[in-house]
């Protein structure tokens, strides 16, 4: 029979909290990173915001002037820097804001101001000031970013 105040017992107990602390910390910091690993996509596409991309009454109705945004973002526990371009289009006291990527596979579209439409180089898709296809293989009108008037201000909404 082992004696319960006997050295080894003592250094299996010491030896039992010394396991269990480790296995904890492990534990804790393993729930850390994938909680943070979860939450972090979540977090930056809550984290809307408004950029401010001059006054409206510079822009000449139906005229589509190119945009190219600087957009930061938190992808995980990296920074990063994205480029996206967009055509402001003023229509009457609109300004909608499309998208310069191409609805067909995502070649990037540039306004032709002697025919007066958006064309697509990779297969010839095109779009009228408004964004609506008028040739080639586009599906479907060419994006919209949200976009608002503040006094004289327009300002883009990034989610
Ligand atoms: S990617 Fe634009 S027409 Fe195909």
Not at 104 to 132: M, T, V, Y
Request: glycine fraction near 12%; proline fraction near 6%; include cysteine.
């Amino acid at each position: 029979m082992v004696n319960p105040d006997s050295e080894l017992v003592k250094r299996r107990t010491v030896l039992g909290w010394s396991v269990g602390a480790v296995i904890t910390a492990i534990s804790g910091t393993m729930a850390t990173l994938i909680g943070g690993a979860i939450l972090a996509p979540v977090r930056s596409r809550a984290a809307g915001r408004a950029i401010d991309l001059g006054p409206a009454g510079d822009l000449a109705d139906g005229v589509p002037r190119e945009v190219t945004l600087r957009v930061e973002r938190e992808d995980g526990y990296q920074r990063v820097v994205e480029q996206r371009t967009v055509y402001l289009v003023k229509a009457g006291a609109e300004v909608r804001a499309l998208s310069a990527t191409c609805t067909h596979l995502g070649c990037r579209i540039a306004w032709d101001s002697a025919g007066k439409e958006f064309r697509c180089p990779c297969h010839g898709g095109r779009f009228d000031a408004q964004g609506r296809v008028t040739g080639g293989p586009p599906p479907r009108p060419l994006d919209t970013v949200p976009t608002r008037i503040d006094g004289d201000r327009i300002l883009i909404d990034l989610a």
